[in-house]
């Protein structure tokens, strides 16, 4: 049983440019969490998605982010017009169900230029 | 507000040594505790899990208590060892209807020396 996947695990972007971040969970998970982690800071909580919904999005910036967890395929963390400030390292977790222990990806380290 | 916080920030210690990481948090209503391992450039891997109702959790040569009423946590190696090299998360998930949500402190970054 393959772990929490994700891909990129490096993606560098020029400013105003977008980032697609892909999180693939364990197979039979379709419980989904984003969380940041910024230079120098913890892990924050951005959003929490079950398949084609999202329960909790407290965490994600008002602008330019975005998530989805589609019926067919991973879970996608978006963020358009990027700026240097959203350089930190991405990571997603998956569980079985809602308070179930979560299991991490190896994260998407995100380098805006 | 609901925070974690971990010390020391960092500690050096020769191979060999018993050792204990400090974790603490503002609300006793915690659902859950948890102790992550960080390696560089790598993911979260899960150490040890305490319910709220529990008072500790042991792993091997790791064994972590939990006192909800003082708000701490502790995570205790023994026998270290180069390889236990790593940053060391703190997690915490709070009681009532975010308890999926994990709080995270800023983490113990952990040399063992040879």
């Known amino acids: 049983n393959a772990g929490v996947m994700q891909n990129p695990r490096h993606l560098v972007r020029r400013r105003g440019q977008e980032a697609r971040l892909r999180c693939s969970p364990m197979?039979?998970?379709?419980?989904v969490y984003w969380y940041r982690q910024l230079p120098e800071e913890g892990l924050k909580f951005m959003v929490y998605?079950?398949?084609?919904?999202?329960?909790?999005e407290s965490g994600m910036p008002k602008e330019r982010f975005s998530a989805e967890f589609p019926k067919e395929g991973p879970s996608i963390l978006r963020i358009q017009q990027v700026v240097r400030g959203d350089s930190a390292a991405y990571f997603c977790?998956?569980?079985?169900?809602?308070?179930?222990?979560?299991?991490f990806g190896p994260g998407t380290r995100l380098l805006v230029l | 507000k609901q925070e974690v916080t971990q010390i020391p920030a960092a500690l050096s210690v020769p191979e060999g040594e018993n050792l204990v990481l400090n974790c603490s948090f503002t609300?006793?209503?915690?659902?859950?505790l948890q102790w992550f391992r960080q390696d560089p450039g790598k993911g979260l891997t899960s150490l040890l899990l305490?319910?709220?109702?529990?008072r500790e959790q042991t792993s091997g040569r790791l064994n972590a208590s939990l006192d909800k009423s003082s708000g701490r946590s502790t995570l205790y190696i023994a026998a270290s060892q180069p390889g236990d090299s790593a940053t060391y998360l703190c997690?915490?998930?709070?009681?009532?209807?975010?308890?999926?949500?994990?709080?995270f402190g800023k983490g113990t970054l952990l040399t063992v020396n040879p």
């Open positions: 977790a998956s569980s079985p169900a809602r308070v179930e222990t979560q299991y």
């Open positions: 197979k039979g998970h379709s419980h």
């Open positions: 998605l079950q398949k084609e919904n999202i329960i909790d």
């Open positions: 609300d006793s209503a915690i659902y859950n």
């Open positions: 305490i319910q709220s109702s529990q």
């Open positions: 997690a915490v998930t709070y009681s009532g209807g975010s308890n999926y949500k994990l709080t």
